[in-house]
């Protein structure tokens, strides 16, 4: 098990900033490529962001030049940096730990924090 932990979430006025924060509990966070989802109401999950263990990453195309993941080994976080917001980009975001690397399947989820972007 990898407990996560978000935090930051928040509401802004769409071309505002908003920074989330996603710490895991243990000693094995180096060892998963970790990434960022969002579920907006009446819709499926979506993958928003990955950060591989080696470095690279991967964006959806609706958040491509506006969010950066990064990720803190050390301090066992992993970052959104969500930049010019939209209204809809409103969901609620979760940060998950992957297995199989970026473009693996989700293994353990975190309860997940509220974003609105209000027009």
């Known amino acids: 098990q990898v407990p996560l932990v978000e935090s930051g979430g928040g509401l802004v006025q769409a071309g505002g900033s908003l920074r989330l924060s996603c710490v895991a509990s243990?000693?094995?966070?180096?060892?998963?490529?970790m990434a960022w989802y969002r579920q907006a109401p009446g819709k499926q999950r979506e993958l928003v962001a990955a950060?591989?263990?080696?470095?690279?990453?991967n964006y959806a195309d609706s958040v491509k030049g506006r969010f950066t993941i990064s990720r803190d080994n050390a301090r066992n976080t992993v970052y959104l940096q969500m930049n010019s917001l939209k209204p809809e980009d409103t969901a609620v975001y979760y940060c998950a730990a992957l297995i199989g690397g970026v473009l693996g399947n989700p293994l353990y989820w975190g309860q997940g924090t509220q974003v609105t972007v209000s027009s």
């Open positions: 243990g000693r094995t966070f180096s060892r998963y490529a």
């Open positions: 950060h591989a263990i080696g470095g690279s990453t």
